[in-house]
């Protein structure tokens, strides 16, 4: 409710959706009815989004069923802060915690090939706020790429980056190639001399020059940290370069973007010395009760990737190439065409033809496709909000058994509303029988592989 002493405050939230919710709100005899309010909305998402929806979305992945049953596992009532081991924790009663979290640490070792591991990340924006303070101190120069050709907020002026007070320049990049500009970076980082080099994308398709980067930092002790919160898994599945082995000194990710486990982020690295201010980063400035459910539910996502990761991985580049190519030949132009269109789960297109990002993706809703607005590397500052590209991810119809012959199905319907301008409600029929068909999740110990 809006006091009457503060009419018109400021509401970041759009704010029809927070007054529906006052509405609803007010209508319920009761809370016990409040709370059942809250399960209803939760349910049609289910309904909707996990079972008519062909979901695209390039960063979210399907779980399997043992990680969401831990996610619900009464170890994650329990109190655990600090490092594992009896003298490291503030509580009694951690020993089977202890258990859980080593096996998570280890299992993330062994799967991503490296000597140190953090599980305790909430969020992969977290794990990056703790390279930043392990790495680097305000005033220093970090070097990002930017937004438009690929960047994240999170290592931005805008993200934890700039909030700690690090100054950012920009990693030069080729929008055409959709790679470090190597040439112009060789000229730059020596002039700004960053301590910290954060190689971010949220639009990936291709790998990056990492060893050449951070040959070219090493003179000053410059550190690259890779962030791979997109291509986590496919990195441990050995689908796409790996960081570590080229030179990176830490990379962090996402837990539940192509890794395929419970939204959250890991941190893992090789060098002894950076040991202990990453770690002391990570406790006690970063993370305290650190959510030993999702610990747990990592863990078990870890295992599966080793199980089938290198599988799992290979299918989801193998559809996105397919679908990006389908798309490219219906007519809608992709970044990357000219070489090969991506090497990662994601495909952007070029929708500025069509009447830019946030309508093509608000039309393909109406079909029950479900994919996000994105910037291209022509986009301007005004644009943002509206910007000219489609992101494109195949983590969940691959994770569902889908393969090539239902990608060119999903760009032929995709190409139907975009291209030749036909209802979208005369495709999601379609749309829904598709999904429909591929409803057991694949790549986990339930229920194996996929048919082929
Ligand atoms: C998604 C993303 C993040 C943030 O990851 P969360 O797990 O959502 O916190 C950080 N960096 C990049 C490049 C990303 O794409």
């Not at 319920?28 to 998402?45: I, L, S, T």
């Not at 996990?50 to 109190?79: D, F, K, M, Q, Y």
């Not at 398709?205 to 690259?224: A, D, N, T, Y």
Request: hydrophobic share 45%; glycine share 8%.
């Amino acid at each position: 409710m809006n006091r009457p002493d503060r009419p018109n405050r400021f509401e970041v939230h759009d704010t029809d959706a927070l007054a529906a919710a006052r509405d609803l709100i007010a209508a319920c005899a009761d809370a016990r009815e409040m709370g059942q309010k809250v399960q209803e909305a939760v349910a049609r998402n289910a309904a909707w989004r996990g079972e008519e929806c062909i979901n695209l979305l390039a960063p979210e992945a399907p779980t399997s069923p043992s990680v969401r049953a831990l996610l619900a596992a009464e170890i994650g009532t329990r109190a655990a802060e600090g490092h594992i081991g009896k003298v490291n924790r503030w509580f009694a009663g951690t020993r089977h915690i202890d258990e859980v979290e080593a096996l998570c640490v280890e299992l993330l070792k062994k799967h991503f090939r490296c000597a140190y591991a953090d599980h305790r990340l909430c969020a992969s924006m977290i794990g990056n706020a703790v390279v930043y303070t392990a790495l680097s101190a305000p005033g220093d120069v970090i070097m990002s790429v930017a937004q438009p050709v690929g960047g994240h907020s999170s290592n931005r002026i805008d993200g934890p980056a700039g909030a700690m007070g690090r100054k950012v320049v920009d990693i030069p990049f080729d929008a055409q190639e959709l790679v470090v500009d190597l040439d112009l970076f060789r000229k730059l980082a020596p002039l700004v001399q960053p301590k910290l080099v954060a190689l971010g994308l949220s639009m990936t398709l291709f790998p990056q020059p990492v060893s050449e980067m951070k040959e070219i930092v090493r003179p000053w002790g410059g550190r690259l940290f890779f962030d791979a919160a997109h291509q986590l898994g496919l990195i441990g599945g050995g689908q796409f370069q790996d960081p570590l082995s080229e030179g990176a000194d830490i990379v962090t990710g996402s837990a539940g973007k192509t890794f395929s486990g419970p939204q959250s982020g890991i941190i893992v690295w090789d060098d002894p010395e950076i040991t202990a201010p990453v770690t002391n980063a990570v406790f006690p400035i970063w993370a305290a009760t650190h959510q030993v459910n999702r610990v747990a539910a990592l863990a078990m996502a870890t295992a599966e990737a080793i199980a089938f990761g290198e599988k799992l991985q290979a299918q989801i580049v193998a559809n996105a190439k397919a679908l990006a190519r389908h798309l490219h030949e219906r007519g809608i132009p992709m970044l990357g065409a000219h070489k090969g269109f991506t090497a990662t789960h994601q495909a952007i297109a070029d929708v500025s033809g069509f009447g830019r990002g946030l309508q093509v993706a608000q039309t393909l809703e109406r079909a029950h496709i479900i994919v996000n607005k994105n910037l291209l590397p022509s986009d301007r500052k005004e644009d943002w909000d509206y910007p000219g590209g489609l992101r494109i991810g195949t983590i969940e119809v691959t994770r569902f058994g889908m393969k090539e012959a239902e990608m060119a199905k999903i760009a032929e319907m995709i190409a139907r509303i975009v291209v030749e301008g036909e209802e979208p409600e005369r495709v999601r029929a379609e749309a829904v029988s598709l999904r429909r068909s591929f409803s057991t999740l694949y790549y986990c110990f339930e229920n194996g592989m996929p048919p082929a």
